[in-house]
Each structure stands twice: as C-alpha cells, then as structure tokens.
C-alpha cells in the first residue's frame, strides 16, 4: 500500500512536469513569482481615509507599480489558476506585518467609542506611539467591537462558472491574519449577496461603472441587521465604485463604519 505522502509527491511531481510555472517576471521555472523578484517590490501599503460610504480603505499593492501582480491576478481570475492562492497567502501575511492598523482607520473608531485611548488623552499618552500602532499592540486589539469581513460577492452564475470567488480567499486570508493578531473578527459571507448579474467593471469609465453597479447588492437578512462594523475585501479597487455601492447598501441596512481591503489599488 503506498503512504499518502507518496502520492501526493507524486502527483505533484507529474503535474510540475505537465504544467510547469514560470516566473511571471523574470521567466524563471518553478513558482509563479519568485522570491529574487518578489523582494524587488517594497510591501507597502496605500492607505486612504474616509471618503463617501467608506470610512477607510487599505490597498496591500499598488496593481501599476507591480505589474507582475496584475498579471498574477489576471492569471488567476481568468485562467483558473488556483495554486496562485499560497502566493497571496504568502504575500499577505508578509504584507500584514507591516501594516500600521491606524492604516485601516481603526483608530477613529476607537475615537468615538473609547475616548480614553484617542490622541493627547493621558491614556494614550502613556502608551509610545510606536507600540500603540505596533505588531504587538495593535490598536484594533483594544477595540472589543466585532468586525465582520465581508468578501465582495459574486453574482450565483459568475460564481458558479469561475468556480470560486477571489474576494472571499482574499477575506479569509484577511480574517486569519487579524485573528493571529487577536482581532475580533468573524467571516460573513451568506447575507450580503448580488442580486443583479453585472457586466465587467474593467472595460467601463468611472460613469458607466456606477450604472452597472446600481443597485447590484442586496443585504437578504431583513430579520437581522447588517453588523455594525464592516470590513469589505475586494482584489482590486479602481475607481471604488463597487466598494461605495457595498458600503451604501451595507450603511442602508444598519452598518455603522464600513472600511475597505483591497490587494491592489490602480
Ligand atoms: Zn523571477
């Protein structure tokens, strides 16, 4: 009887020589991007404050600057190329560490709620800086409020014929980085829905993108309100119109602060 280990050796020895991967920068075999060129490309979030429905929105990646991230992203949406997800697990835990929370605005929520911790107040005060926005004292473990990770959705048929939706890896690689840091977050991913099969934003202007997007989200719980604080992940924001349409209708149904998450910004 072979072991398990065996097998799965083996299969992976003859998918690597059927299909093998090239780096998508450098041509190199072997992985998808590889760590020589990944370390060309500083980590380092884009962070925006409020801005319309949202109250803050972090971008791991700027999609121009690493154009081999786009063309992963491409890669995976379009060519199934599903083994593309230990890269994102990797490159967003990477990312995470160095992500100041107040990057995602958390502190202005902790402003309204627990005004002892907000700038110049003794509390604060007495915690440097540098730890209250550090690894291990994260501001966003002080808040005690839940925050629910809400992927983007995918319409039932788009989803069914990719056979995954991108968002929702993307939100549950989010979800376990900010659990390890101890955050109180849970994954909702069954209430908050898209009604109307859109066409795809990439192709239209900014105008074209808000009317395709119109009314395209439905939160389908009407015995239960949409949790207070939201976080909304998406692959890519670009002119933010699905993240604003996400966030107004989230707000219409009883979300107080909605914050956006995105692996890259254009
Ligand atoms: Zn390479």
Redesign the pocket.
């Known amino acids: 009887m072979f072991n398990s280990k065996l097998i799965l050796n083996l299969r992976q020895f003859v998918v690597d020589r059927l299909f093998p991967i090239f780096?998508v920068?450098?041509?190199?075999e072997g992985e998808w991007?590889?760590e020589?060129?990944r370390r060309k490309i500083k980590i380092k979030p884009i962070t925006q404050g409020a801005d319309g429905f949202l109250d803050g929105l972090t971008a791991f990646f700027n999609y121009a600057e690493g154009a081999p991230l786009a063309k992963l992203i491409h890669e995976y949406k379009y060519s199934f190329a599903r083994d593309i997800e230990k890269l994102w697990l990797r490159l967003l835990s990477e990312a995470q560490y160095s992500v100041p929370m107040r990057a995602c605005h958390f502190e202005e929520v902790l402003a309204c709620r627990h005004p002892e911790l907000s700038e110049g107040s003794p509390a604060h005060r007495r915690i440097p800086s540098s730890q209250m926005h550090g690894k291990n004292h994260t501001v966003v473990e002080r808040c005690q409020d839940i925050f629910a990770i809400i992927p983007i959705p995918l319409h039932p048929l788009r989803q069914r014929e990719r056979g995954f939706n991108q968002s929702e890896i993307f939100a549950k690689i989010i979800l376990q980085e900010l659990q390890d840091k101890s955050a109180n977050t849970r994954l909702e991913n069954k209430k908050f829905i898209r009604a109307r099969n859109t066409r795809q934003q990439a192709k239209l202007s900014k105008a074209e993108r808000e009317e395709n997007i119109s009314d395209a989200f439905l939160w389908q719980d009407p015995m239960q309100k949409a949790p207070e604080n939201i976080i909304i992940v998406d692959d890519v924001y670009t002119t933010g119109a699905t993240m604003q349409e996400c966030a107004k209708i989230l707000k219409q149904n009883g979300a107080k602060f909605v914050y956006g998450f995105a692996l890259a910004k254009t």
């Open positions: 780096c920068e450098c041509g190199q991007w590889c020589k060129c």
